[in-house]
Nanobody, 123 residues
Framework: VQLQASGGGLVQPGGSLKLACAVS????????IGWFRQTPGKEREFVAA????????YYADSVKGRFTISRDNAKNTVSLQMNNLKPEDAAVYYC?????????????????WGQGTQVTVSS
């Protein structure tokens, strides 16, 4: 399984960014893809996840109403649209995947990690 994250960058507070995760290597549709983020000195925290087969999505309370996770089955990608970004959203964002039918919401649920992509929110 390979996860290739892209789309990070610098954005002003209130701005938007879209992250993408290219997914490959799963032999069935029973997995979920999620995004986690981490800042120096802190634990990696859950941001959002989507169950691949059903499209059900889940969000951390801190991003509800601002972030949207979606999947494109044809392109095997998962996107994270981030709107109204705040300075506290700045972090390294990681794409992650877990086997099974439940959404990954904890780092311990993750079976595969992609590389991180930096999101900086600053004026």
């Amino acid at each position: 399984v390979q996860l290739q994250a892209s789309g990070g960058g610098l954005v002003q507070p209130g701005g938007s960014l879209k992250l993408a995760c290219a997914v490959s290597g799963f032999s069935s549709d029973y997995f979920s893809i999620g995004w986690f983020r981490q800042t120096p000195g802190k634990e990696r925290e859950f941001v959002a996840a989507v169950i691949w087969s059903g499209g059900y999505s889940y969000y951390a309370d801190s991003v509800k109403g601002r972030f949207t996770i979606s999947r494109d089955n044809a392109k095997n990608t998962v996107s994270l649209q981030m709107n109204n970004l705040k300075p506290e959203d700045a972090a390294v964002y990681y794409c992650a995947a877990g086997r099974g039918t439940l959404a990954i919401k904890e780092s311990t649920d993750v079976d595969y990690w992609g590389q991180g992509t930096q999101v900086t929110v600053s004026s």
